[in-house]
């Protein structure tokens, strides 16, 4: 009966559901199919996000399963009094903005990071938030409508990179419930627009300008590649034979944002990434198989022709440490 717990956190209340700035389709879903849960009980929200929507795939979910979230900025009624349910990310990360209201609830596939008082906290491990969200609907037997359904099989099949990535015994059996309940024609259009036109230069870049040494393979985008893209990239990558840890990153106006993906039960991702951006003075974090990070201009020398030397050198040295840990 957890979710009676939020049911009784955000009755009364203006409730805003808030996924992180760059809303993917995981924290999407998990945004619309929560809203209709609430809904069930008679409880209203409003779906909200402070970045922007970066894919033309996200925008097709979007408009396909009539889900409609609002821009921060399109919201001029939210004040200190009103109650933000966080889904697919946590108070306090970098990729969430904090907004007017008050967050009380959080929902989330992530590591827990931070000791935030949340009134209801759902934070545990799966391959998407998605199947945290459509447990809601399993376990408490409210119908689950064809959109939702549909929307939380696509979240699903996005965070797990096609049900191969960090996928749990949750992610399987919230499958399993959910696909006899969408529109798989839906799904499967979905499914198969997931590139643009526009992401083939940067694969092309990412084929041209890929090195591999020792397994990791790594690839500079020396161009505005965005966060889900860039992500894409990294999978690619990875998934060459002779590459079980990619790399990849492109230049924003602080510094170089970094996508890592390891292949499962090799090595940690989110801890390299995590070590390799802290001692150049930035950060990041994820899970064992896919994680992100941030690494600011000032610590790397650009002058330096061969500037992407540092960047690679120091994750070799990351990844044969945590070689030589798993050894021993
Ligand atoms: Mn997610």
Same mark, same amino acid.
Not at 35 to 58: D, M, P
Not at 105 to 114: M, R
Not at 231 to 254: A, H, K, Q
């Given at each position: 009966?957890?979710?009676? #717990?939020?049911?009784?956190?955000?009755?009364?209340?203006?409730?805003?559901?808030? @996924?992180?700035?760059?809303?993917?389709?995981?924290?999407?879903?998990?945004? !619309?199919?929560?809203?209709?849960?609430?809904?069930?009980?008679?409880?209203?929200?409003? &779906?909200?996000?402070?970045?922007?929507? +970066?894919?033309?795939?996200?925008?097709?979910?979007?408009?396909?399963?009539?889900?409609? @979230?609002?821009?921060?900025?399109? /919201?001029?009624?939210?004040?200190?009094?009103?109650?933000?349910?966080?889904? =697919?990310?946590? #108070?306090?990360?970098? *990729?969430?903005?904090?907004?007017?209201?008050?967050?009380?609830?959080?929902?989330?596939?992530?590591?827990?990071?931070?000791?935030?008082?949340?009134?209801?906290?759902?934070?545990?491990?799966?391959?998407?938030?998605?199947? %945290?969200?459509?447990?809601? !609907?399993?376990?408490?037997?409210? @119908?689950?409508?064809?959109?939702?359904?549909?929307?939380?099989?696509?979240?699903?099949?996005?965070?797990? *990179?096609?049900l191969r990535r960090g996928l749990t015994d949750l992610d399987v059996d919230m499958y399993h419930y959910l696909y006899p309940r969408s529109n798989t024609?839906?799904?499967?259009?979905?499914?198969?627009?997931?590139?643009?036109?526009? $992401?083939?230069?940067?694969?092309?870049?990412?084929?041209?300008?890929?090195?591999? /040494?020792?397994?990791?393979? !790594?690839?500079?985008?020396?161009? $505005?590649?965005?966060?889900?893209?860039?992500?894409?990239?990294? =999978?690619? /990558? %990875?998934?060459? =034979?002779?590459? *079980?840890?990619?790399?990849?990153?492109?230049?924003r106006p602080e510094g170089l944002k970094v996508s890592v993906r390891c292949s499962a039960g090799e090595l940690h991702a989110g801890q390299i990434i995590?070590?390799?951006?802290?001692?150049?003075?930035?950060?990041?974090?994820?899970?064992? +198989?896919?994680?992100?990070?941030?690494?600011?201009?000032?610590?790397?020398?650009?002058?330096?022709? $061969?500037?992407?030397?540092?960047?690679?050198?120091?994750?070799?040295? &990351?990844?044969?440490?945590?070689?030589?840990?798993?050894?021993?």
């Amino acid at each position: 009966m957890y979710w009676n #717990k939020l049911l009784k956190c955000v009755q009364g209340h203006a409730v805003y559901i808030q @996924p992180h700035d760059f809303p993917d389709p995981d924290a999407l879903a998990s945004a !619309f199919a929560l809203q209709s849960f609430l809904e069930y009980y008679q409880i209203s929200s409003e &779906i909200c996000y402070a970045g922007r929507i +970066e894919t033309r795939s996200t925008l097709l979910m979007l408009e396909m399963l009539e889900i409609k @979230p609002k821009r921060i900025s399109e /919201i001029k009624e939210m004040s200190e009094k009103d109650y933000i349910i966080n889904v =697919d990310a946590q #108070k306090g990360n970098a *990729n969430i903005t904090d907004v007017p209201g008050k967050v009380v609830a959080c929902i989330d596939h992530h590591p827990l990071v931070g000791t935030y008082p949340y009134q209801y906290q759902d934070v545990r491990k799966a391959g998407s938030c998605s199947s %945290l969200v459509a447990g809601y !609907f399993y376990d408490s037997g409210v @119908p689950i409508g064809k959109k939702e359904a549909t929307a939380l099989l696509y979240g699903i099949h996005i965070d797990t *990179n096609q049900l191969r990535r960090g996928l749990t015994d949750l992610d399987v059996d919230m499958y399993h419930y959910l696909y006899p309940r969408s529109n798989t024609v839906y799904l499967n259009q979905l499914l198969s627009s997931k590139l643009e036109y526009r $992401d083939l230069k940067a694969f092309g870049t990412a084929i041209n300008n890929v090195q591999i /040494i020792e397994h990791v393979g !790594f690839a500079y985008i020396p161009f $505005d590649c965005p966060d889900a893209l860039l992500g894409m990239l990294s =999978d690619f /990558i %990875l998934s060459l =034979d002779v590459v *079980n840890c990619s790399v990849v990153y492109t230049l924003r106006p602080e510094g170089l944002k970094v996508s890592v993906r390891c292949s499962a039960g090799e090595l940690h991702a989110g801890q390299i990434i995590k070590e390799v951006a802290e001692s150049f003075g930035g950060g990041g974090g994820g899970h064992a +198989e896919m994680a992100g990070g941030f690494i600011p201009k000032a610590s790397v020398n650009m002058e330096d022709p $061969d500037w992407e030397n540092q960047i690679r050198t120091r994750f070799l040295e &990351i990844v044969h440490q945590s070689e030589n840990e798993s050894v021993l």
